[in-house]
């Protein structure tokens, strides 16, 4: 069984095939954004348009009270990782009666993602991005493919990433409103989509410890009083 | 057959227990551990059969140590309790119980707690309480002598009188008294390291 012969296993450079077609997938899907301030984290996804009848389709999801999460890459990947870690969260509060951190639930996700690079299946071509709030305060996590979870203050994922992440990282202040903070946002995915995106927001504030979502540019409208 | 009690205290939780273990109506050993200090900020304290009350004890002593390794920051005395419940609650839905009552005090974010757990899964949250048979006596001395934002020390000192009482009557409590007292500030110094 010599290497590069089966694509789930080590290819001749020693990498994975499935594990970098999956985050290929990750890098076409919407672009995604999470940033955290000192007083919040928002996630924000550019939701691709529809035909005029279809209902676009949610991309900032509610997983806990206090956590809320945001995707790349299929679809269908996504929402069966958002089910899974909504499973975990609820599993937490029956074993131990307390609101999971979000990295427990991040690692849970690695974890579970991990499986999926062993044997001869394929890989979630997905990856998400978590914000929550816990004992340690506000967190902000990416989960790839691979299992791989990074802790950080911003992240992009999705078509162009690399020219979202840089808008953010020129910009990117620890103190910012919850405008600001959404104008940043909105600035980042139209550098790297190029067009008028329709956006969904979602929000964890330090003060409160909740999530919740805001719908697609709908955001002054219903913009909350802390902004 | 046994004496234990947890209070509650302004500064601390505290945890008393006699010494004697029975075989039937036969003194087993005279000078028994029924205390378990899991680690700085969390006890256990328990009655019932003890191979049983180790078991659990050990397994949330694992548990404990994973999930504070894992997440960053460890389990609240709540979080301990409710482990060993479900542990106590599916043991009993599968017919094979564990024997135990188990009595935890301990400190977290939230401050000092006292809880207890018997074989049927069951979590009490209380400002004293006490298990075994020597019980009824420990709580004549209890509710009578308990007021609300004792000290650790006049928790403890509360705690041996109601145990020493238990003593003098009940023929499964006796041998002398232990305590672990676990005071708040040793929870601090544990977050702030």
């Given amino acids: ?227 | 057959m046994t004496t234990i009690v947890a209070i509650k205290a302004n500064d601390g939780a505290v945890l008393i227990s006699d010494k004697r273990a029975s075989k039937g109506f036969f003194i087993g050993a005279k000078e028994v551990q029924k205390i378990y200090k899991l680690d700085d900020t969390l006890g256990v304290a328990m009655a019932g059969l003890m191979s049983d009350a180790e078991y659990v004890i050990n397994v949330v002593k694992a548990e404990r140590n994973l999930a504070r390794q894992r997440r960053g920051f460890r389990l609240s005395v709540r979080e301990s309790a409710k482990l060993i419940a479900n542990m106590n609650y599916s043991a009993m839905k599968s017919f094979n119980p564990f024997y135990t009552e188990l009595l935890v005090a301990g400190n977290d974010a939230e401050g000092p707690h006292v809880m207890s757990s018997d074989m049927s899964g069951s979590i009490t949250t209380e400002d004293f309480t006490a298990s075994g048979s020597g019980s009824p006596m420990a709580y004549g001395v209890l509710e009578s002598g308990f007021k609300k934002g004792l000290t650790l020390e006049e928790a403890k000192d509360l705690g041996e009188r109601a145990v020493r009482a238990a003593m003098e009557r009940d023929p499964g409590s006796g041998g002398g008294v232990d305590f672990l007292m676990l005071p708040l500030n040793s929870f601090k110094a544990k977050v702030n390291a």
Wanted: net charge negative; charged share 25%; hydrophobic share 35%.
């Fill in chain 1, 1 to 227: 069984m010599e290497a590069g012969r089966y694509p789930y296993f080590y290819g001749p450079e020693g990498r994975l095939l499935q594990v970098d077609a999956a985050l290929q997938a990750v890098s076409r899907g919407s672009n995604t954004i999470g940033i955290q301030t000192e007083e919040y984290i928002m996630l924000s996804s550019q939701v691709k348009p529809t035909r005029p009848l279809l209902d676009p389709m949610e991309k900032i999801y509610n997983i806990d009270e206090h956590i809320g999460a945001t995707g790349s890459g299929y679809v269908g990947d996504i929402l069966k990782l958002i089910d899974e870690i909504r499973l975990e969260s609820q599993r937490h509060r029956l074993t131990y009666d307390t609101p999971i951190d979000t990295a427990s639930l991040a690692r849970h996700l690695g974890n579970y993602l991990h499986n999926y690079t062993l044997y001869s299946v394929r890989p979630h071509g997905a990856s998400v991005i978590l914000g929550g709030f816990d004992a340690l305060g506000l967190q902000l996590l990416q989960v790839d493919p691979s299992g791989t979870y990074f802790k950080g203050q911003a992240f992009a994922i999705g078509q162009n990433a690399d020219a979202a992440l840089s808008v953010i990282e020129g910009e990117y202040k620890k103190q910012m409103t919850v405008e600001e903070g959404a104008e940043l946002s909105t600035k980042a995915i139209k550098a790297a989509v190029e067009e008028d995106p329709l956006i969904e927001f979602g929000l964890v504030k330090k003060d409160t410890g909740k999530f919740e979502k805001i719908s697609p540019n709908g955001f002054k409208a219903r913009l909350p009083e802390s902004g």
